[in-house]
Every structure is written in C-alpha cells, then in structure tokens.
C-alpha cells in the first residue's frame, strides 16, 4: 500500500464522526484514532463511509464513492507528480461537499459537486499532462545544452568546466546517465579519484550491461595504484564485451604491478595476437620476460616494438638499459639518447643516461641528467641517489649529502649506507 502525504482529508474525517452522532443513520462508523496513516487518514473510516453512504443512497451513489476511494487509496507520494496536483484538487471538492452534506443534511447537492469534481479531476490530468511535458521538453533540452558544453570542454582538455557543466546537466535531468559517466572521466582526470568512483559506479548501477562503466573504473583504480581492483574491473568488462587487444594489454599491465607474472604473459600474449603490431603489448611482454630473467626474450620483443615504431621512447630506453647491464656502454648511450630525442619528457630516460654517465665519469652530464629527471619527477628517488654520487667526485660534499638524504626519504635504503660513508 502506497504511502499517503499530508492533506486537508482529515476535516473530513473529523465531520465523520459527527455523521455516526448524528441522525443521519450513516452506518456503524467507528474512527480508531490509533489506526491512522501520518496524514491523518482513517482508510478503514473512509471505506466505512462509503458502504453507509451505498446502504442510504442506494447504488447510484456508489460509483462516487468508488472514484474518491480509489483516489485516496492510490494517493500519489510525490508532491510534484502530476497524479497529487489532480488528486489534491479533487479530494478538497470531496471534503467541501462532505461538509456542506453535514451541515445541511442536502446529499443532493453533494452529488452534484462530487459529479463535478469526478469530472474536473479527469480534465486536470489531461492539463497537467500536457503541461508536464512543456515541462520536461524545456528542462531536457537545457540538459542537453549543458552536457554538449561538458563536452566541449572535455574535448578543450578544460576538466573544471567540464564538471561544472556536467553537474548542471544532471540537476536538470537526473536520468542522464551519460553524463555521470562523462563526469566520472572529468574527475579521473584532475585526480578527484573518488568523487570519479562514485560516478562511474552510479552508471554501472543503472548500466549494469555497458561494459564502457567497468572499463573507465578499472582506469581509474589503475590510476589510483590500486591494480588489483583494476585487473577484477577489467575481468568485468570481458565478460560483457567481444575479445579485446586492448583490454587484454591492459589487464597484462595491472597483472605486471601485482608481480603476477604468467598471468601477465597471457594477457600480452593474447594482445599481440589479436594485433600483431600493439607497440604496448610487445613492450609489457618484454617487462614480463625482464622480470622474470629471460633476458633473450626481452631483446626480441624490444626489437619487436622498435621494427613497429622505430622512434619509441620507452623501447630505446629500455634496449639501451638492457646493452648498459650487459657493458655495452656505447650502444647503450646511443640508444638512450634517442629515448630523449624522441621524448623529451621521458624522465626514466634522463635517469638512464645519468648512470650511464656516471659510469663514464662524465660527473657534470650526471648530474645534468638527474636535474632533469627530478625536474620532471620529484619522486624519483634513483636520480638523488646517483647525482649525490656526482657531486661527491665534483668535491659538492654538502650537496651529495643533501641528495642522499631525499633519496632516503623517498624509500632507497642504499642512501643511507653513503651516508655513513661520505657525511660523517
């Protein structure tokens, strides 16, 4: 049973009990103040009224009875809905005639008021219908504007303006799932992580089947360095989607973090063979292969990519790396400074060629590289590390020590042993 607002039914009732004291014979009608809705309402009393008012007035009466009834037991909860504006209008023509019948003892008149109101009622609805839909064309349409404007600022990289409309879109239509969706990707990318985790999850909620939903939570888990939840989100989205190259590398990455290495393999595996040229999947299976000691395989999915795309960064980098730790110092710092050719913020690079150097003696390029590295990352605890190095050769006592301080801070324990050497 529907729950029932409060109206101005309970005169009404209060007039209805003074029917059963009355002479007017209604029928045995007993109001039990206990058994009342919130809103004052006795249902019991009212049905009451209407079978006394069928026994007196016969049947013709009983099919007003019936509408008024129905009207209270179906009263609608929601105060803005077109069903309790038509409702409420008619119910107060229902307890003004009721009143008027009391006083007067004239059901005639009653009946006529009541035909009326029964009339009124389904002319109402038609009006609020009609006016609710004026209604709802206007505020969708200024949705709609407001969410194109979101758009364009997604697409102007503008993520603040972007929210700011997208949030006015869904005051005005809350039912626009797109745009939580949309503002879910606005938030992931000023890093308002969960404010982005609570969107896209209301649009899975009422998306369940979209698999776009799991896939942009798995993102932003990844984003957040929670790749465990990540690599259960990108599960999700295969479940709801055809084989995917990029699902698939992407999952073997978030596997790659959680040192869950064959697991890992698969997934690049899988990736390369739905797309025999995915730069990514190649480069991860070539991380997989270094971690776990197959320093051939490494080389050969390194090879891979550079074959692909000659001018990749990460795969320069990392070849070079791997010529550096086998002592090939000169192939390796070829290949390093073509990682920096081809991008110019890649910090690993910088960090790269600063060991490099170092191992060169070349201390004033060290400490260059790692200056840029740091610049580029803060957080790089490596780079503090190896310019301390440099600059203890340079004679930059204070400065090495100061380096080998932050890169303690920042989780590198072999600092601390330099330390005990070279700031006593």
Same mark, same amino acid.
């Given at each position: 049973?529907?729950?029932?607002?409060?109206?101005? $039914?309970?005169?009404?009732?209060?007039?209805?009990?003074?029917?059963?004291?009355?002479? $007017?014979?209604?029928?045995?009608?007993?109001?039990?103040?206990?058994?009342?809705?919130?809103?004052?309402?006795d249902l019991d009393a009212v049905q009451k009224l209407g079978n006394a008012l069928t026994i007196k007035h016969e049947a013709v009466r009983k099919d007003y009875y019936d509408f008024i009834n129905s009207v209270v037991l179906n009263f609608d909860s929601d105060i803005n809905s077109?069903?309790?504006?038509?409702?409420?209008?008619? $119910?107060?023509?229902?307890?003004?005639?009721? =009143?008027?019948?009391?006083?007067?003892?004239?059901?005639?008149?009653? =009946?006529?008021?009541?035909?009326?109101?029964?009339?009124?009622?389904?002319?109402?609805?038609?009006?609020?219908?009609?006016?609710?839909?004026?209604?709802?064309?206007?505020?969708?349409?200024?949705?709609?504007? #407001?969410?194109?404007?979101?758009?364009n600022a997604m697409n102007s990289k503008d993520y603040p303006v972007a929210i700011s409309n997208f949030s006015e879109a869904l005051k005005q239509n809350p039912q626009l799932n797109l745009a939580y969706y949309n503002r879910a990707m606005a938030?992931?990318?000023?890093? %308002? #992580?969960?404010?982005?985790?609570?969107?896209?999850?209301?649009?899975?909620?009422?998306?369940?089947?979209?698999?776009?939903?799991?896939? $942009?939570?798995?993102?932003? #888990?990844?984003?957040?360095?929670?790749? %465990?939840k990540a690599v259960d989100e990108y599960g999700k989205t295969m479940e709801l989607t055809d084989d995917s190259y990029l699902l698939h590398s992407e999952r073997g990455w978030a596997y790659l973090e959680v040192e869950n290495y064959m697991e890992a393999m698969k997934d690049f595996n899988k990736a390369v063979s739905l797309e025999p040229k995915l730069v990514d999947g190649y480069l991860g299976r070539s991380r997989v292969k270094? %971690?776990?000691?197959?320093?051939?395989?490494? !080389?050969?999915?390194?090879?891979?990519? !550079?074959?692909?795309?000659p001018k990749h960064s990460m795969a320069n980098n990392n070849l070079g790396w791997s010529y550096f730790l086998k002592g090939n110092t000169k192939d390796a710092l070829e290949l390093v400074d073509k990682a920096i050719l081809y991008g110019p913020d890649n910090y690993v690079a910088y960090d790269s060629r600063g060991e490099i150097k170092l191992k060169l003696g070349d201390y004033k390029g060290v400490i260059s590289d790692c200056t840029k590295a740091i610049e580029l990352n803060p957080d790089l605890s490596n780079?503090?590390?190896?310019?301390?190095?440099a600059k203890y050769k340079l004679g930059d006592k204070t400065g090495a020590c100061e380096d080998l301080s932050k890169s303690g801070e920042l989780g590198n324990e072999k600092a601390y042993s330099l330390i005990k050497t070279y700031c006593k």
């Open positions: 049973m529907k729950k029932f607002l409060f109206f101005q $039914l309970f005169v009404s009732l209060i007039c209805f009990e003074a029917y059963s004291q009355s002479n $007017l014979n209604f029928g045995n009608l007993n109001f039990k103040k206990g058994n009342q809705t919130y809103i004052g309402v077109i069903n309790y504006k038509a409702q409420s209008k008619a $119910l107060a023509t229902f307890r003004n005639s009721l =009143e008027h019948y009391v006083k007067n003892d004239n059901w005639h008149e009653a =009946e006529s008021n009541l035909l009326k109101s029964k009339s009124q009622y389904y002319i109402d609805v038609q009006n609020y219908i009609v006016e609710e839909k004026k209604h709802q064309i206007s505020f969708s349409e200024l949705a709609n504007s #407001y969410f194109e404007k979101g758009n938030y992931a990318n000023t890093k %308002e #992580y969960n404010k982005a985790i609570q969107d896209i999850s209301y649009f899975i909620g009422t998306s369940p089947d979209d698999p776009n939903g799991h896939f $942009l939570l798995a993102k932003i #888990y990844s984003s957040q360095q929670n790749f %465990e270094s %971690e776990l000691g197959d320093n051939i395989g490494e !080389l050969s999915d390194l090879k891979k990519v !550079l074959e692909i795309d780079s503090y590390y190896i310019r301390a190095q």
